[in-house]
């Protein structure tokens, strides 16, 4: 299977890339099959908080990124989100990442001891092959989390991948993440802490 | 029935009425005696490098316009249109010659004046006087050190007067570089669902929660489990907290020039602080360098940490809730490589996914979820630790300081909380703190004879 992805990747270079012209992607069935199924495994494991395997899910080299935003005007559109070199809500690479599920297995992080629960919705995912035989894939994401007696808040927005393929017999998943980029639609995050992973 | 508003807290005693996180009749109070009359933060000049660059930010629950003008000087005004009271401006940041109201389309200068009048002939008959409908401006500004305060209350003390001692304290972490520090641009800002003095206060005098709160900030930061008792290592070491004005600082003390610096884990960054050493021994004394690394308030509701380099201001939105406006400052000259360490660091830590940031809004929530019950309403808060154990200038730091697991600038800064909203004048205040502080010469000398 994952021979085929890597060809049908390659079978598809001359398809524009995201942002310009037709906003249409001509993905074959069984790649856009193959990452869909990866992402919902990938929520799968978050919501059931199997943190140790979600982290073998990530690349040595991932920047795993959540930009903040601001609201501007039409002319400064272009500013509205964060640059790699301004404020993020996580600016991690894979060693404080790991950190992150260090802590949240720890028994003794507060904001996820009880841990909340979560139901993650994946949707709208767009494919585009890239020269070196990674994926770019962008994806809309809803996650609904619940918390002790009656609190609850949610997380919308965009996930910007790059996904690396793996041998899927070796690893039980045919890709990992190389890159990710979460883009909020909030401004004001409408929630007492991001202590969740996205 | 409520008590009288300034019988809430007994500083004297440390008892606190939870009332004061609760009550909405106190929280009206509070915008008008307490954020209506004490120094605000409004921005830092780095938000607003250019003329005509804006932030909106808020005073209280006031929308104000934070703007660079023409003459390089920052003005604020309220960011609401004399007319029906719209929003003038609609971003959180941008650059503009004017901001025109989108309802009627009254245009306001970068001062606030109101400068245009749509239909001015037709249908107001050339008879309104534009120079009495500007914005309604924040009448006094004070710069200090590049940070930008504001404040509607004439009769409060000049800034440099209401910081006091607290300068110190400040001047330690913002003067120690020859060109100040700078703002990493963007906002991090989020809600939490509790009354704005749990955190106002905590940075100003707690930093007993952390061996608790915290434990499990190490084991994300470190891999080596060696590492993850560090806070429980560091009740051990020395260190003192101050109290006065309402402001607060308390730090462990480090015992080398660049320790504060080591939890970066960044080269770069521990070579760049151990290369600049001598400027900033130039600018701050060696004392203030070692001995300032930990939490800050200035009254009422700004706050940074020294060692994670993060700044914020707790913004009130009712009794029970705040929004957090935060971000992370850096030494302005530093190389973009050790901004990066710097800016990455605190953002791991206290960003609102930091691993510190995060437990904290979980206890305030908790506390204030708690605070529905009537029982739970009417009981007394303890906060006597280190009650009668202040002592003034030692240790070579100015002020009323005590050791730093106290809760000595809790008491001080609900002890400025409550005078104010007693509706005491400033120099009522003043009177009364200088009472205090003989009082409080009095009771050192009986001890020590």
């Known amino acids: 299977m994952t021979a085929m992805i890597e060809h049908s990747g390659g079978a598809q270079r001359d398809q524009p890339d995201a942002g310009a012209g037709s906003a249409y992607r001509r993905t074959d069935v069984l790649t856009q099959h193959a990452v869909e199924q990866f992402l919902y495994a990938e929520a799968q494991l978050l919501d059931e908080h199997r943190y140790v395997e979600w982290i073998e899910l990530f690349a040595d080299d991932v920047h795993y990124w959540a930009p903040t935003r601001m609201t501007r005007t039409h002319r400064e559109r272009d500013r509205e989100i964060s640059d790699v070199h301004q404020s993020a809500y996580i600016d991690d690479d894979l060693q404080y990442l790991k950190g992150r599920v260090r802590r949240l297995t720890s028994g003794v992080a507060w904001s996820e001891e009880p841990p909340s629960r979560t139901r993650r919705l994946i949707t709208n995912v767009r494919i585009t092959p890239r020269e070196d035989g990674e994926l770019a894939v962008t994806s809309n994401f809803y996650v609904y989390r619940s918390r002790l007696e009656r609190h609850e808040d949610w997380c919308v927005g965009e996930r910007f991948d790059v996904l690396r393929p793996v041998d899927l017999d070796a690893t039980g998943y045919p890709y990992v993440v190389a890159d990710r980029r979460i883009v909020l639609e909030q401004t004001t995050l409408l929630m007492p802490s991001l202590s969740i992973l996205l | ?449």
């Not at chain 2, 004297?12 to 933060?41: A, C, H, K, M």
């Not at chain 2, 001047?171 to 020859?178: E, H, I, K, S, Y």
């Not at chain 2, 001995?291 to 940074?304: D, E, L, Q, R, Y």
């Not at chain 2, 009472?435 to 004879?449: M, N, S």
């Open chain 2, 1 to 449: 029935m409520t008590p009288p508003v300034n019988e809430l807290v007994d500083a004297d005693r440390g008892y606190i009425n939870p009332l004061v996180f609760t009550d909405q009749g106190v929280y009206e109070q509070e915008l008008e005696q307490v954020f209506g009359r004490s120094w605000l933060f409004l921005a830092h000049g780095s938000q607003v490098p250019k003329r005509g660059d804006f932030i909106q930010t808020y005073m209280g629950e006031d929308p104000v316009l934070v703007v660079r003008q023409k003459d390089g000087s920052v003005k604020a005004f309220l960011n609401q249109c004399r007319h029906r009271g719209m929003r003038i401006c609609r971003s959180d940041q941008g650059t503009s010659r004017t901001f025109t109201c989108s309802y009627h389309g009254w245009a306001y200068d970068l001062e606030g004046n109101l400068v245009n009048v749509p239909q001015e002939e037709r249908a107001y008959r050339n008879e309104i006087d534009k120079s009495k409908w500007g914005a309604l401006k924040v009448p006094r500004i004070a710069e200090y050190k590049g940070f930008y305060f504001g404040t509607w209350s004439a009769d409060v003390p000049e800034f440099e007067d209401y910081l006091g001692d607290m300068a110190y304290y400040f001047d330690a972490v913002f003067g120690r570089w020859d060109n100040g520090v700078e703002l990493v641009e963007g906002t991090s800002k989020w809600v939490i669902d509790c009354n704005w003095k749990f955190a106002s206060e905590q940075f100003a005098s707690d930093m007993y929660h952390a061996e608790v709160s915290h434990a499990s900030a190490l084991i994300a930061l470190h891999e080596d489990p060696a590492f993850w008792a560090g806070t429980s290592h560091q009740t051990l070491m020395p260190g003192r907290q101050f109290g006065g004005n309402g402001h607060g600082s308390g730090s462990f003390w480090a015992d080398s020039i660049g320790f504060s610096e080591s939890m970066y884990n960044s080269p770069a960054l521990s070579e760049w602080v151990t290369a600049n050493a001598d400027e900033a021994l130039r600018n701050v004394s060696e004392q203030q360098l070692l001995k300032v690394a930990g939490h800050n308030t200035i009254f009422p509701n700004f706050s940074w940490l020294a060692g994670p380099a993060t700044m914020r201001v707790w913004h009130p939105r009712g009794p029970g809730q705040i929004e957090v406006w935060a971000w992370t400052y850096v030494p302005k000259d530093a190389p973009d490589e050790v901004k990066a360490a710097y800016r990455r660091m605190t953002q791991r830590t206290f960003s609102p996914a930091g691993s510190f940031e995060t437990d904290d809004g979980e206890n305030w929530t908790e506390i204030q979820q708690v605070l529905r019950g009537w029982k739970a309403r009417n009981n007394t808060f303890n906060a006597q630790m280190g009650l009668g154990h202040d002592e003034r200038d030692v240790h070579g730091l100015p002020g009323r300081t005590s050791d730093a697991l106290s809760e000595s600038a809790a008491r001080g800064f609900y002890q400025r909380w409550s005078d104010l909203m007693a509706g005491l004048s400033w120099s009522d205040i003043a009177e009364l703190d200088a009472a205090r502080q003989a009082k409080e010469a009095l009771h050192q000398e009986v001890q020590e004879a």
